[in-house]
């Protein structure tokens, strides 16, 4: 039984792997078309085409992301913003450790 579960918990944690790296790929991709934004200024027409293509949506699938048009939608407005990923997730990052060690302090004034 525990060469089941060890099992089932190696197949999970290669599944998450996967994940993580197609995500990778999406980000990459975002990339792609941000740069191409501020070159060509087509970015967001760019990261449409890719995501509606057999590509694209097997990519987005196996990140985890269902692609649809809402998914698109909210891309093509992420590249028109113009914030490089690695920006966003930083910042991203850094507002929620703030706003945890708010929430920490205020638990401790309490």
Known sequence: M???IDG????????N???KLFAAVVLAALDDAIADDKKYGNGPEQIARWA?????REVLTCAGIDPNERVVGGLMDFVSRG????VALSREESERRHAAALAEEEARAA
């Open 52 to 56: 509606r293509s057999r590509d694209g």
């Open 17 to 19: 792997r996967a994940r």
């Open 83 to 86: 914030v490089r990923t690695s």
């Open 8 to 15: 089932t918990a190696y197949n999970n944690e290669q599944g």
């Open 2 to 4: 525990t060469d089941f």
